[in-house]
C-alpha cells in the first residue's frame, strides 16, 4: 500500500496522480493546528482552505479513489503532519510514501526530514502546476544581483508562446502596455455583478466555519456565511473565470491599479485563491482569457489581456521564482534596518487615515485587498513608517486569503518593503498623497488633507515619504530612478524641510494614535 499526502494547496484534480484509480494507493488530507497557527490567520483563510479540502476529498472518493480525511476535530486527529502519517501508516500497512513538492520552504525541510527518518521508502513528486521548475529562474539570472522581472516575463511568453504573432514578435509591437493600465476609476464603468458561491458550497464553508470555532484557534477577522464571497470548488471556479472574462477583463487592464471605496474588488477577477490551492492552472487561466479576447476583440483591447497575462504568467511565476532562488536567507533580509512595530491599527482598522481604515477594514472583513491596496496604501505606510519587515511579512501571510509564503514573502518584504535592497524592484515603492489622491477616492473624506505637509490635520503620508527619503538618503541618492527626489528635496528651503521632518517626527512618536 502507497499512502499519499496531499497538502490543503495541492488540490489539482488534474494530477496525474489522480489519471487512474489504484486500489493500493490511499490519499490522506489533514485539517490541522500545525497548519492553522503558525501564523496569526484571517479566519476566512482556515475556512476557505478547510471547505475546499473538505470538497476536494469528497470529489476524489466519487471517483474512486481511497481517501482518508482528517477534520480539524477528529479524536484521532494528532495536529501534525509527522504524528498523523505516522499513525495512519501503521493503521494501512504502507509499504511507501509520496507526497507533491511543497510550495513552502518550511514544509519542503519538514517533510524532507520526515523522509529521512521513515522506514519505508519515500518519493516527492511534482505538484504539476507552476509553468516553471523551481530553479528556473535561477538559471535564468545565473551571475545577476537583481531579477528584472520583463526579462523573465518576455521569456515565459515566449516559451508558452502567449500573445505573440506569426514571427513570434509580440501582437501589437509592444511586451507591455502598463503605462496605459494607470487610471483612476471614473466611477461611471459599469464594475461586474457580484457572483455568488452556490448553496451546496456554502452548506460546506458553514460546517468548517463552526468545525473551526469549536477548534478555537486563536484568529483575526470574522465570518458572515450569507455573505461569504471565495469559491471552494473547481467546478464553480470555472464559472468565476468565465464571469471575469466576459465581465471583468474589458475593463481589467484600465482600472487594476485604480482604488474605490464602494467597490472592493472592481474588475479583479479573485482567482488568486482557487490557482494558489491549484483548483485553477495558471496555463489554463491565461488561455481562458486569451481566447475570450480573440473573440471579442471590438470590445476588450490588447492592454486589458496583456495586463491580466503579466499578473498571471509574470508575476505570479517570478515571485515563485525568486522564492526558490533565494530562501531561507530571504525571510531575514531587511536593507533599511526598520525596526518599529506595527501599529495596533493594522489589526482593527481603527485610523484617522481613511485610505488605510478602508484597505484594513476592507481585509479583515472579506480576507481580501488588491495588489495596490497591499502595495501602495498598506504596504507603502508601513516602509514610510520604518515598520520591521518580519512584523510586516506576518500581518500579509496571515491576513490574506491567497497568501501562501511563496507568493507574499516576495511581494511583502521585496517588492512592498524593499528589505531585499533591489533584488525584486529597482526602486523602493513609496508615495505621498499625491498618489493616493490620483488612483482613488479615498482623500475626498479624510480626516487629514491630502495637500498639507506639514501643520493641523497634515496627511502623515506626505511628511513621511520625504523623512523616509532624508533618514535613507546615503542608501538611496545613487539609485537612478529616484535621483529627481533628492534633487526636489534639496531645492526646498531649510525652514521648510524642518517643518517637514518635525511633523513627520512627531506623527512616528505617536503612531498608534493616527
Known amino acids: 500500500m502507497t499512502l499519499r499526502l496531499l497538502l490543503g494547496d495541492q488540490l489539482n484534480a488534474r494530477h496525474s496522480w489522480f489519471a487512474n484509480v489504484a486500489p493500493d494507493v490511499t490519499y490522506v488530507l489533514m485539517e490541522i493546528r500545525q497548519e492553522t497557527d503558525y501564523v496569526l490567520h484571517h479566519i476566512q483563510k482556515i475556512t476557505a482552505f478547510f471547505a475546499a479540502m473538505r470538497q476536494f476529498a469528497d470529489e476524489l472518493r466519487q471517483k474512486g479513489h481511497r ?10 486527529n494528532k495536529q501534525n503532519f509527522a504524528d498523523n502519517l505516522t499513525t495512519i501508516m501503521q493503521a494501512i500497512g504502507a509499504e511507501r510514501f509520496e507526497y507533491q513538492q511543497p510550495d513552502e520552504y518550511r514544509l519542503d525541510v519538514y517533510l524532507a526530514e520526515f523522509c529521512r527518518q521513515l522506514p519505508i521508502p519515500s518519493y516527492m513528486a511534482d505538484s504539476e502546476h507552476f509553468l516553471t521548475r523551481r530553479e528556473e529562474l535561477a538559471e535564468i539570472f545565473k551571475g545577476k544581483k537583481t531579477y528584472l522581472m520583463e526579462t523573465f516575463y518576455r521569456a515565459m511568453r515566449k516559451k508558452y ?14 511586451w507591455n502596455y502598463d503605462a496605459e493600465n494607470r487610471k483612476k476609476y471614473d466611477g461611471k464603468t459599469p464594475v461586474p455583478p457580484a457572483l455568488k458561491p452556490s448553496e451546496t458550497s456554502l452548506q460546506v464553508v458553514n460546517e468548517v466555519y463552526h468545525d473551526v470555532l469549536q477548534a478555537a484557534p486563536t484568529t483575526i477577522g470574522s465570518v458572515k456565511i450569507e455573505a461569504f464571497e471565495w469559491f471552494t470548488t473547481r467546478e464553480e471556479n470555472l464559472q468565476l473565470l468565465a464571469h471575469f472574462c466576459r465581465y471583468g477583463l474589458p475593463e481589467f487592464g484600465s482600472y487594476q491599479d485604480a482604488m474605490a471605496s464602494r467597490y472592493p474588488y472592481l474588475f479583479h477577477s479573485r482567482l488568486s485563491f482557487a490557482m494558489n490551492v491549484k483548483l485553477l492552472h495558471p496555463l489554463e487561466v491565461v488561455e481562458a482569457a486569451v481566447s475570450h479576447w480573440r473573440n471579442h476583440q471590438s470590445r476588450i483591447s490588447l492592454a486589458q489581456i496583456e495586463g491580466f497575462v503579466r ?20 525571510a531575514e533580509l531587511n536593507f533599511f534596518g526598520h525596526e518599529r512595530p506595527l501599529p495596533q491599527w493594522y489589526w482593527n482598522a481603527r485610523t484617522n487615515m481613511n485610505c488605510l481604515k478602508h484597505a484594513i477594514g476592507q481585509s479583515l472583513q472579506k480576507a481580501y485587498a488588491h495588489h495596490i491596496q497591499r502595495l501602495m496604501v498598506t504596504g507603502n505606510f508601513a516602509l ?7 512584523e510586516v511579512d506576518r500581518w ?6 491567497d497568501a501562501i509564503e511563496w507568493v507574499e514573502i516576495t511581494n511583502t518584504r521585496g517588492m512592498s518593503q524593499f528589505a531585499d535592497g533591489g533584488m525584486v524592484g529597482t526602486k523602493p515603492y513609496v508615495s505621498s498623497a499625491n498618489y493616493m489622491h490620483k488612483m482613488s477616492d479615498y482623500c475626498t473624506s479624510c480626516h487629514y488633507s491630502k495637500d498639507l505637509k506639514h501643520g493641523d490635520r497634515a496627511c502623515p503620508f506626505n511628511s513621511l515619504y520625504w523623512h523616509f527619503y532624508e533618514r535613507h538618503r546615503e542608501k538611496l541618492a545613487r539609485n537612478p530612478r529616484i535621483g529627481m527626489m533628492y534633487v526636489t528635496w534639496d531645492k526646498m528651503a531649510n525652514a521648510e524641510r524642518e517643518k517637514i ?5 512627531y506623527y512616528l512618536a505617536n503612531i498608534e494614535n493616527l
Do not use: F
Open 501 to 505: 521632518l518635525a511633523q513627520a517626527e
Open 396 to 401: 500579509y501571510l496571515g491576513i490574506y486569503i
Open 161 to 174: 508562446k502567449i500573445l505573440l504573432d506569426e514571427s513570434g514578435e509580440p501582437e501589437g509591437g509592444k
Open 67 to 76: 481517501v482518508i480525511y482528517l477534520t480539524i476535530n477528529d479524536k484521532n
Open 384 to 390: 514610510l513608517a520604518g515598520i520591521h519587515p518580519d
Open 311 to 330: 499578473q498571471i504568467i509574470g508575476w505570479r511565476e517570478y515571485m515563485r521564482g525568486v522564492y526558490w532562488a533565494q530562501m531561507p536567507r530571504y
